[in-house]
Structure formats: structure tokens, C-alpha cells
């Protein structure tokens, strides 16, 4: 009798950090945005915003930031829950820019959590930001805003950043994605870049972290 061939399961392929440089108006690169992917040859992660973010956190704390971003800072996006939550209490402040997304509300928890991050020392961003935006009530804690230029018109973008530069505060042309793009933003009043035009996100591979070794590394940075 013939015996059938087992047939080998498919390997899954080992999950990666992908990093987008951010970049002054001389291309000097001055922080990542990380991203969280489920194989080199993904561009997305389709799981929840939430599991990614923790999937970064974790990872950033087995092999350090100055690995990840060469000793640059690591801009991680924040959901509603990640806010409310404090993860990002695991990770260095003087390190990392918390972005906090266009999704989460401006409620009073959300306030308050800006609050307790910016008396930890960490610096916050607000991405994707547009005129009129809900999350207006979070600009006096922000180090950063971000705004995607392919999403807005020059008019719009320019008095954006004609309102919101400061001496405390970054304006970050998002979605940079031509030379055209890049000096309109510039003579605009940004001063940070980051987009297609520089570079597309870069895959990192990274050892996958088991879900108990995970746990024991939260807790550790969270005694420290």
C-alpha cells in the first residue's frame, strides 16, 4: 500500500520593524517612524493598530533603540488605548515621540494622559493633522505635527504651518513624495521631512519574541 507524503507545514515568515527616516531641510536624518510588519515582503501589518504598537515596544526593549534608529529617535504610533494605558511608560522618554493618531478623541482622559507623558519627559506628535482638527485641544502638548501634504492643499498646508510652528514645536511634511513636494513644504515653513521622495520604508528582520519572554521583559522594565 502507498503511503502518502506528509506535506511540510509552511514556515511563517519571521515578523520585522520597518523604518521611514525623518529629515531636515539638508536631509540629515533625525529620527525613524517605526512600523511593524508580519514578513519582509509585507508593506502592512493586518492585525490591530494595538498589536502592533505593543510589537514594536517589545521589540525595541530586547534590542535596544540605538539598534533600531543607529541612536537616532524612534517615532511609534499611539492609539486611543495605547494612550490610556501607559505602555509607552516602558520605553526611554528622551528616546521616543509618541504619535498619537487622528482617530483618538481630545476627551479629558486622553488630556490627561498627554499630561502625565509630557511631566515623564516624552515628547508627543499629532499625525496626519488638518485645519479645523478634532484633536486641537492636544497642540499645547505637542513637540511635533505631522501633516500629510497629499491629503491637504498647499493653500491649507501653509497656513498650517504659518499657525503651529513655534519655537517648541516641529512641523513634519508627511508624505513627501517628489522634489516639488519637498521645496514647496520647505518654503511653506516646514522643517522636517519624511515621504517617498527621500525613502520608502526599510525592512529590519527581527527575532520574534515568545509571548512569555514578552511578559517578563514588561514587567522588568516596568520595576526599572
Known amino acids: 500500500m502507498a503511503v502518502k507524503a506528509q506535506t511540510a507545514p509552511a514556515e511563517k515568515p519571521s515578523p520585522c520593524i520597518a523604518r521611514q527616516p525623518i529629515l531636515t531641510a539638508d536631509e540629515t536624518v533625525t529620527g525613524y517612524e517605526l512600523f511593524f510588519r508580519e514578513g519582509r515582503e509585507e508593506r502592512r501589518f493586518s492585525s490591530d493598530a494595538e498589536t502592533a504598537t505593543s510589537s514594536i515596544i517589545d521589540t525595541l526593549n530586547l534590542i535596544g533603540l540605538g539598534v533600531l534608529c543607529d541612536g537616532r529617535t524612534a517615532f511609534i504610533n499611539c492609539t486611543h488605548q495605547g494612550l490610556l494605558t501607559d505602555y509607552f511608560a516602558l520605553l526611554p522618554p528622551d528616546d521616543v515621540v509618541i504619535e498619537i493618531q487622528k482617530e483618538v478623541p481630545a476627551d479629558e482622559d486622553v488630556v490627561k494622559a498627554c499630561e502625565r507623558l509630557k511631566q515623564g519627559g ?55 513624495e517628489s522634489r516639488q513636494h519637498f521645496l514647496t513644504a520647505r518654503n511653506a515653513g516646514f522643517t522636517r521631512f519624511q515621504g517617498y521622495f527621500f525613502q520608502h520604508p526599510e525592512n529590519m528582520q527581527v527575532r520574534q519574541i515568545p509571548a512569555n519572554q514578552a511578559t517578563y521583559l514588561r514587567l522588568l522594565n516596568a520595576v526599572s
Open 122 to 176: 516624552y515628547s508627543i506628535a499629532l499625525d496626519n493633522f488638518v485645519t479645523n482638527d478634532a484633536r486641537e485641544a492636544l497642540v499645547p502638548f505637542a513637540d511635533y505635527i505631522k501633516v500629510d501634504i497629499t491629503k491637504v492643499g498647499s493653500i491649507e498646508y501653509v497656513a498650517l504651518a504659518a499657525r503651529y510652528t513655534s519655537k517648541s514645536r516641529i512641523m513634519v511634511a508627511h508624505k513627501v
